[in-house]
């Protein structure tokens, strides 16, 4: 039987069903996650995740992924998420279904365009492959840009893992050192996974 998940869909369910909300604590001056980004970010932790972000960003989050996001609207934001399959699936799958499904973004977009893609970078028990891509956001009626890091896996059963980074398209330069940033400073608990970071 052929298992997908929406990328949006389950960071939105886990939102409105949450039993409980994260615990946020200051983080220890010896945390070599904050030493390495040297930016003031504060520690968070859910059942599933732990995650540094700015003071005020918000966090969506759920068994399967969590979105963090800037507090004027989510006009940045950083997101991981990661689903199965009970077949194989492509890098190109995986972004097509994220943009028919509204996973590239929690707002719709108009004109979703890849500028970029890298090549596939293989690593034990999968491969990966970053899409660059601009599009309209409807709410804000302004270009934005994302980078889309998409890991298929192809041993101990099917799927994929994503973790993406949006923001304007007019500062993407400006917040792009930023979001990557917070994006390598989310962990998945217990195992805490680095996003960012290829397996094997």
């Excluded at 949006?8 to 200051?26: E, F, H, N, Q, R």
Aim: overall charge positive; some cysteine; hydrophobic content about 40%.
């Amino acid at each position: 039987m052929r298992r997908w998940f929406s990328f949006a869909a389950v960071i939105l369910a886990a939102w409105l069903c949450a039993p409980t909300p994260a615990v946020a604590s200051p983080a220890p001056s010896g945390d070599p996650v904050v030493q390495s980004t040297r930016a003031k970010l504060k520690r968070h932790q859910s059942k599933y995740w732990i995650w540094y972000a700015p003071r005020r960003w918000v966090a969506a989050k759920g068994a399967s992924g969590i979105v963090v996001s800037s507090p004027d609207s989510g006009r940045k934001s950083v997101g991981v998420g990661f689903a199965g399959s009970g077949y194989p699936v492509s890098h190109a799958f995986v972004f097509k279904y994220l943009k028919a499904s509204g996973g590239l973004d929690s707002h719709p977009l108009r004109n979703v365009r890849v500028i970029r893609k890298s090549r596939k970078i293989g690593f034990r028990g999968g491969s990966r492959q970053v899409y660059v891509w601009t599009a309209r956001r409807a709410d804000l009626r302004a270009k934005v840009r994302g980078e889309l890091k998409i890991d298929v896996f192809s041993s101990v059963g099917y799927g994929f893992m994503v973790a993406g980074i949006n923001a304007p398209n007019a500062s993407w330069r400006k917040d792009f050192r930023l979001l990557r940033r917070i994006a390598g400073a989310i962990f998945y608990r217990p195992q805490a996974i680095d996003p960012w970071k290829p397996r094997g």
